[in-house]
């Protein structure tokens, strides 16, 4: 398999997949969703709401925070997560605008 060549396309272009790629399954838009109504940092919960295994969360958990959407810090024994502020503005400005780039309008397409 060849590689992606990411440096060719833009900045934008890139964070722009990134999200999209933490954004392309149910259960991380669930998680999100949950951190993001709680408002403050979760161990332990994020588990009990998911009808997933507690290593399928945590592999959920990594494509969140290597897309730079939460955090997480080590409290013991247990990592506790939140919503990254400054990179969710990003990410929203950035989708925002991504699909801002169609008007709507269906004049001559197929």
């Known amino acids: 398999m060849g590689q992606a060549k990411l440096e060719e396309f833009t900045v934008r272009?890139?964070?722009v997949a990134r999200y999209a790629k933490a954004l392309a399954h149910p259960a991380r838009v669930a998680i999100l969703r949950?951190?993001?109504q709680r408002k403050s940092c979760?161990?332990?919960d994020i588990v009990d709401e998911?009808?997933?295994?507690q290593s399928t969360v945590s592999q959920h958990?990594?494509?969140l925070k290597e897309a730079g959407l939460i955090h997480g810090e080590i409290?013991?024994?247990?990592?506790?997560?939140c919503i990254a502020p400054k990179e969710w503005k990003l990410a929203k400005r950035h989708l925002s605008q991504f699909m801002e780039t169609f008007d709507g309008t269906e004049d001559g397409c197929c």
Not at 75 to 81: D, I, K, L, S, W
Request: aromatic share 8%.
């Open 75 to 81: 409290e013991g024994a247990r990592v506790c997560y």
């Open 61 to 63: 958990l990594k494509e």
């Open 34 to 36: 949950f951190l993001a």
């Open 13 to 15: 272009d890139n964070r």
């Open 50 to 53: 998911l009808p997933l295994s």
């Open 42 to 44: 979760v161990c332990g």
